[in-house]
């Protein structure tokens, strides 16, 4: 989630955390300063931020790692509120969602 927050603008950010549960929020808010930026949100880029995110263990697939994330979300957030958590996310990282 929180490599999903760095490749989204300060309002879109702020957006998404809304729509997560008290629990997720606080985590998905911890250390966050709005006004740094990270770089353009490629896939691969994302990618390797998750990457790092878990220490660069060969063993774990980023994007697999996303996708379960990014679905798990869908499923416990209404329908709505899932797309609209979803319609911020860079068209190169849409397909992570779950259809």
Known sequence: MRALRGCLGRDEAIYLGAQ??????????EGWHPGQRMPAASRTAFRERLHDGVHRDPA??????????????AARLPPAESEDAR??????????WPS
């Open 20 to 29: 997560l549960p008290p629990l997720l929020r606080g985590l998905y808010y």
């Open 60 to 73: 774990v697939d980023a994007e697999q790692v996303a996708h379960a994330v990014l679905s798990l979300l």
């Open 87 to 96: 319609a911020p996310t860079p068209r190169a990282l849409r397909s992570l």
